[in-house]
């Protein structure tokens, strides 16, 4: 068969109950770095151009979540196990692809690479069932691959291994890679008696029946490992910040004491940047080189330019730009605003929806009043502006360039460019001091 010509589907096993995960959310919807479990498992998925089909299966009460995400799984009734999931999809569909790659909806895979490497080489080499296993500290829960002659003789699940069988740390990462030879003997697979379910690791002892190719390639990149409960998702989780940290290390990020900082998936920050403690960066963050995020702050969505001073207790939220030279500091709360070069917003200041020009300075507890009850209205300050303390400028509204604002002053009204404006009660001084 010729290789570009194959046809691959992948088939994503999620029907299991999560009963041991104990939480209302399917444990595949809880997220590592920001990115929902079952979407490392199918971003890795979609990068195999290879594969041309994708199907899920899940349990009738979560099947919301996958229409949602616009997604019509196929639903598993009564959910009796691995292989029980894969037998019922074979039966009830007409599925003729060449071969199948099994995947697990709780175990992210963070390496891409891993995957296509896996299907490759099973291709190339014609095995009938490859297993991708994977060499972990504590196997404990995990199906152990038995090998026997160096060769894969079976996957023994932890309730039915003997105290060898328990010791060994290769375990099974639930991945597969089946030919259509191999997934034919399905139907074969008996009930386990102790749990009364069907297992699909049970299929590799028919294939060797059936004197079909039988192999197991071991990963050794990033880990991949099925999350069964919300422990094993720290520990997950554990791992891939440090990944994520140590590769922002390796490329000229300082960051101290990086067991306090949180980073997500889609943080791109430029060498010499200072991250200090305590900071979480959410979500797709970009910043410059030579800027400083102190601690506490709390940065998501947003780009910050080079040479900025953010924080400490910086709170910058979605779709905001801060630009070169920028000041942010204490207890400052900017949304989706756009921070020209050198502005300093020093102290105790909100501002949303604003556009603020460059080398503008706001006083300490300004207010943009973006916000009348219905609509959110958007304010506009030109270049090289003073705004004293403690204004409040009520959008919408727009201040000129080089305009100066009195403290304390509430602004309705337009401010032109050059232009003083106050707003505020005449101070009166009475002689004697009421006793
Ligand atoms: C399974 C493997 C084990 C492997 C481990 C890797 C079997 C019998 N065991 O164990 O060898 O080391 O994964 O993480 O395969 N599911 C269904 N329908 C079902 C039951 C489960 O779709 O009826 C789905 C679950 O939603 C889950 C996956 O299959 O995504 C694995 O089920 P789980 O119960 O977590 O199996 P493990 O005990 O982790
Ligand atoms: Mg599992």
Redesign the pocket.
């Known amino acids: 068969l010729f290789y570009y010509f194959m046809k691959i589907c992948a088939i994503?096993?999620?029907?299991?109950?999560?009963k041991?995960f104990k939480s209302s959310l399917p444990?595949?919807l809880h997220s590592i770095a920001g990115k929902a479990i079952l979407d490392y498992n199918l971003d890795a998925i979609r990068s195999v151009k290879k594969i041309n089909k994708i199907e899920i299966?899940?349990?009738k009460e979560n099947k919301k979540f996958f229409i949602e995400k616009g997604i019509s799984p196929f639903i598993?009734n009564p959910?009796?196990?691995?292989?029980?999931?894969l037998k019922q999809i074979f039966n009830a569909k007409k599925l003729n692809s060449d071969y199948y790659l099994v995947t697990?909806?709780?175990?992210p895979i963070f390496d891409y690479k891993i995957l296509r490497n896996f299907i490759n080489k099973s291709i190339s080499s014609k095995t009938d069932l490859s297993v991708l296993s994977q060499e972990v500290s504590n196997p404990h829960?995990?199906?152990r691959i038995v090998i026997k002659d160096k060769k894969l003789k079976s996957?023994v699940?932890?309730n039915d291994c003997d105290i060898d069988q328990k010791k060994i740390n290769l375990?099974?990462?639930?991945i597969f890679f089946l030919s259509k030879k191999a997934i034919s003997n399905i139907n074969l697979i008996k009930k386990?008696l102790k749990k009364s379910?069907f297992?699909?690791?049970?299929l590799i002892e028919i294939c060797h029946q059936k004197k079909l190719k039988i192999d197991t390639y071991q990963n050794r990149s990033l880990p991949i490992?099925?999350?069964?409960t919300i422990l094993e998702l720290q520990d997950l989780d554990k791992f891939y910040q440090n990944f994520l940290k140590q590769k922002l290390m390796n490329e000229g990020v300082r960051i101290i004491h990086p067991e306090t900082v949180y980073i997500e998936n889609g943080v791109n920050i430029s060498e010499g940047v200072i991250i200090e403690p305590n900071v979480v960066l959410k979500s797709n963050v970009n910043i410059g080189r030579d800027t400083i995020i102190k601690s506490f702050s709390y940065i998501e969505d947003c780009s910050v330019g080079i040479n900025c001073q953010i924080g400490p207790f910086a709170r910058i939220r979605p779709e905001s730009k801060i630009s070169n030279y920028a000041k942010i500091g204490n207890f400052v709360e900017i949304k989706k605003s756009s921070i020209s070069e050198g502005v300093k917003i020093n102290h105790l200041s909100y501002v949303g929806d604003a556009n603020i020009g460059k080398n503008t300075n706001i006083g300490a507890g300004t207010i943009t009043c973006n916000y009348d009850g219905k609509n959110k209205l958007s304010t506009k300050i030109g270049n090289n502006c003073f705004i004293g303390s403690n204004a409040s400028i009520v959008a919408p509204v727009k201040i000129g360039n080089s305009a100066y604002v009195a403290a304390g002053s509430v602004i309705t009204k337009n401010v032109k460019n050059n232009q003083f404006s106050i707003s505020r009660i005449k101070q009166k001084n009475i002689k004697n001091r009421i006793k």
């Open positions: 994503v096993l999620s029907a299991g109950r999560s041991r444990k595949y299966i899940s349990n598993q959910i009796n196990g691995t292989g029980g999931a697990l909806s709780d175990t829960g995990y199906g996957i699940e932890e375990i099974n990462t639930g386990n379910e297992y699909i690791t049970d490992q099925g999350v069964n």
